[in-house]
């Protein structure tokens, strides 16, 4: 904000270059100090799932049922195994109940059910150690927020 003295006509200070009714102020109003936001983060807790599966075992699930040397899902093992991640957490284990009786993928309300359950199931996990951690009680929590980004239903 610029303060400024109109000298014309005596005003007071051109805030963004509109002139203002209030008297000349020799110094301009000092900004408050912010407030602390009167939120805590009491208690942090993560859970992840039981499985954990390599780029070879997740691109010897996806060859069963996808042809790997079309155009796309070419691309998708290049940049799978160009991220430098070696290992990936799941809910299921690609060799057993991911499908290895199959002949054909999950769909996505399958997949969606398996998530809204074992992915509050995690949820619930990891609040539990958050609230360890914390100490605190059920009747004094006023927020929580669960993060994943797992889930293939929609709208989601």
Same mark, same amino acid.
């Given at each position: 904000m610029a303060?400024e003295? &109109?000298?014309?006509?005596?005003?007071?200070?051109?805030?963004n270059? %509109?002139?203002t009714?209030e008297?000349?102020k020799?110094?301009?109003?000092q900004a408050?100090?912010?407030?602390?936001? @009167?939120l805590?983060l $009491?208690?942090v807790?993560?859970?992840?799932?039981?499985?954990?599966s390599?780029?070879d !075992?997740?691109e010897?699930? %996806? !060859?069963?049922?996808y +042809? /790997?040397?079309? *155009?796309? &899902? !070419?691309k #998708?093992?290049?940049?799978? *195994?160009?991220?430098?991640?070696e290992?990936?957490?799941?809910?299921?284990?690609f060799? /057993?109940? #991911?499908? /290895?009786?199959r002949?054909?993928?999950? +769909?996505v /309300?399958?997949q969606d059910a398996?998530?809204? !359950?074992a992915g %509050?199931d #995690?949820?619930?996990?990891?609040y539990?150690k958050? #609230? *360890?951690e914390?100490g605190? @009680?059920? &009747?004094q929590? $006023?927020?929580?927020?669960g %993060?994943?980004c797992t889930?293939?239903?929609n709208p989601?």
């Amino acid at each position: 904000m610029a303060w400024e003295t &109109d000298p014309m006509h005596g005003q007071g200070p051109a805030v963004n270059g %509109v002139t203002t009714s209030e008297p000349a102020k020799a110094n301009p109003p000092q900004a408050e100090s912010p407030k602390p936001p @009167g939120l805590w983060l $009491t208690g942090v807790g993560t859970q992840y799932p039981p499985y954990l599966s390599t780029i070879d !075992k997740f691109e010897t699930y %996806v !060859k069963r049922f996808y +042809d /790997s040397e079309i *155009r796309g &899902d !070419k691309k #998708l093992s290049e940049i799978n *195994r160009s991220t430098g991640i070696e290992t990936r957490f799941t809910i299921r284990s690609f060799e /057993s109940s #991911l499908g /290895s009786n199959r002949r054909t993928p999950s +769909d996505v /309300s399958e997949q969606d059910a398996l998530f809204r !359950k074992a992915g %509050v199931d #995690l949820t619930v996990q990891a609040y539990r150690k958050a #609230l *360890r951690e914390w100490g605190g @009680g059920f &009747d004094q929590i $006023t927020h929580t927020v669960g %993060v994943t980004c797992t889930n293939t239903g929609n709208p989601g």
